[in-house]
């Protein structure tokens, strides 16, 4: 069975219950890693938890509610195709990003996998 996406609203780094945590960054710190691509290497690597930020809605100011649908859809897809992987956990910065996050979670059913 794949993993759960869950919510959380503070400090992504803060979080010490994950195996790893994601960024927009590949290692030259350059946008493009991938939602997908991440959750894949975490499989690789046999992390089970991880953390993942509202990617480009802050210096890049992507709108919150499109990056919502963008996120958590690529991260159902992703999750489904790499059941190592239980859990990713969506930090978001403020109770307002939290609220367009779990209302796309809700509206799109794609919080837990499908029976």
């Known amino acids: 069975m794949s993993g759960v996406i869950t919510l959380r609203v503070g400090d992504i780094t803060a979080d ?11 290692s030259s710190l350059l946008g493009g890693g991938g939602v997908d691509g ?7 690597h046999d992390c089970r938890k991880i953390a993942l930020p509202s ?10 509610r499109e990056a919502a649908t963008v996120s958590l859809t690529a991260t159902r897809t992703a999750l489904d195709a790499h ?29 837990f996998p499908k029976s």
């Open 16 to 26: 010490s219950a994950v195996d790893a945590l994601v960024n927009a960054a590949n």
């Open 38 to 44: 991440a959750i894949h290497r975490a499989a690789e």
């Open 55 to 64: 990617i480009s809605t802050g210096a890049y100011g992507y709108p919150v």
């Open 83 to 111: 059941p190592a992987v239980r859990e990713a956990r969506f930090w978001l910065y403020d109770q307002s990003a939290y609220e367009a996050f779990a209302e796309q979670l809700d509206r799109h059913d794609l919080a």
